[in-house]
């Protein structure tokens, strides 16, 4: 079973920049599609942003369009979050997931992804 590993939470100001990283302890297929997550306090989970490992342009909530991008090193089993522009909205528990199947353009449903990781958190001070 694939294990999903976050790393790079913290705690930054508002306005700061922060890069989480998402490792698969395995290998993981280039059909796969591995998400973001967040979930503030009191909150339901969101979905963030999306990248078919295959290639093809991610899927960017628009909550934080023009503010976060997402990468892959498939070398190295890894999908990176920048986080630019932080606000205090941006709080959370940062969660990935990977999905067997590729995504669609749009926003996909958490249900789809199978392997989860434990996330990290994210505190945005204003």
């Known amino acids: 079973q694939v294990q999903m590993m976050e790393s790079g939470g913290g705690s930054v100001e508002a306005g700061g920049t922060l890069v989480l990283a998402c490792t698969a302890s395995?290998?993981?297929?280039?059909?796969?599609?591995i998400g973001w997550f967040r979930q503030a306090p009191g909150q339901s989970r969101e979905v963030v942003a999306h990248?078919?490992?295959?290639?093809?342009?991610?899927y960017i909530a628009d909550s934080v369009k023009g503010r976060f991008t997402v990468a892959q090193d498939y070398s190295k089993k890894t999908l990176y979050l920048q986080m630019k522009n932080l606000k205090s909205d941006d709080t959370g528990l940062y969660s990935c997931?990977?999905?067997?199947?590729?995504?669609?353009?749009?926003?996909?449903?958490?249900?789809?992804?199978?392997?989860w990781g434990q996330g990290t958190e994210v505190t945005v001070s204003s």
């Open positions: 395995q290998y993981i297929a280039r059909t796969y599609c």
């Open positions: 990248l078919n490992l295959g290639g093809g342009a991610p």
């Open positions: 997931a990977a999905s067997l199947s590729a995504c669609g353009s749009t926003e996909e449903s958490s249900s789809r992804f199978r392997y």
